[in-house]
């Protein structure tokens, strides 16, 4: 057992009454959810899935952010978070609300560590039981959506989070890639998991395409560019758009801020927001 004993009690606590009855019930309120995976670490995983979030808050959508990134949950970071606290009531956990409307709620593993520089250093079946726990065991209420930040790569804890999820109508996946990372085989094994898995692939997004100059607002294309499009023609998957890098949004999401809010006529903006109107639109149409 590390660090997760401080806030949540003990691990035994974890596997007791606190498990809802009725698997369904916390999420049966959620109209829609939709998984941001990535085939690799530090391709901007947690920035996509933040920035959708902030980006439908914007567009007067109730969310939730469910944070199963266990080795490296920075979503509590990026919403400024860090130091709050989950409670628990009579059916599960109740997330934490990241903004005074209570229109973002988050539900992170980075609640429950003792120290949030812990690291969770479990082995496998311990993981995917935490993370059916977490699956069902937030009370988020009413949402629009519920977006799921998962760990990179594909693994069993994966594997728990589609089929935790399966029967609660998840919509699909949308694969975060950067333009080196393409080439790597990564994402292609991302798109053979969502096959295998059943699960529908709403696209591919490239991120730190091209670099935004805070200057003058161009953007540079210091790697290649445009292999996140081909790759979606290639495999006949939707492509949802590319996102440059831009240093306003990293030192938002370093201090926590609201980067929709603070630059709503950056091309960044306008970038995360035509990718969250095609997830908003691939959502609504269910399989
Ligand atoms: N488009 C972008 N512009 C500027 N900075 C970015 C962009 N995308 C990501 N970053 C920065 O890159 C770093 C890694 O991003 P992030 O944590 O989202 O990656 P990740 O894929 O979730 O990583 P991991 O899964 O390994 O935790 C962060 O510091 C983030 O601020
Ligand atoms: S893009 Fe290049 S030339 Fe334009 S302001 Fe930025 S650094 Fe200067």
Redesign the pocket.
């Known amino acids: 057992m590390n660090g997760v004993a401080g806030r949540a009690g003990s691990e035994d606590k974890w596997n007791s009454s606190m498990a809802s009855e009725e698997g369904k019930g916390n999420l049966a309120l959620v109209q829609h959810i939709v998984l941001v995976l ?1 085939g690799k ?10 920035e959708l979030a902030l980006a439908l808050r914007h567009a007067g959508k109730k969310v939730g952010i469910l944070d199963v ?1 266990l080795c ?1 949950p ?1 979503i509590p970071h ?1 919403l400024n978070v860090r130091s709050k606290h989950v409670h628990q009531c009579d059916a599960g956990w109740v997330p934490v609300y990241a903004n005074p409307e209570q229109t973002i709620a988050v539900m992170s593993i980075g609640f429950l560590l003792e120290n949030p520089d812990d690291a969770v250093v479990w082995r496998g079946p311990k993981k995917t039981a935490l993370i059916k726990q977490f699956v069902s065991d937030v009370a988020w209420g009413k949402l629009d959506y519920l977006i799921v ?1 998962t ?2 790569g594909t693994s069993d804890e994966h594997l728990a989070v589609v089929e935790s999820l399966r029967g609660h109508g998840v919509e699909g996946a949308v694969l ?1 890639t950067t333009p080196q990372a393409v080439s790597t085989g990564d994402v292609r094994r991302e798109i053979t998991f969502c096959k295998k898995t059943g699960l529908r692939i709403l696209g591919i997004v490239e ?2 395409s091209g670099f935004a100059c805070p200057h003058c607002s161009e953007c540079t294309n210091i790697f290649s560019k445009g292999g996140g499009e081909e790759l979606a023609k290639q495999t006949g998957v939707p492509f949802l758009g590319c ?5 306003q ?2 030192s938002s ?2 201090e926590g801020g609201d980067f929709i809010q603070a630059f709503p006529l950056s091309a ?1 903006f306008s970038a995360i927001n035509e990718i969250v109107q095609k997830v908003m639109s691939g959502a609504a149409v269910r399989q």
């Not at 901007?44 to 933040?50: A, E, F, N």
Request: proline residues 13%.
């Open positions: 990535s670490g530090g391709v901007g995983k947690s920035t996509i899935t933040t990134d490296g920075s990026m930040d760990p990179p975060v991120n730190m996102v440059p890098l831009d240093p949004l990293s999401l370093e960044t």
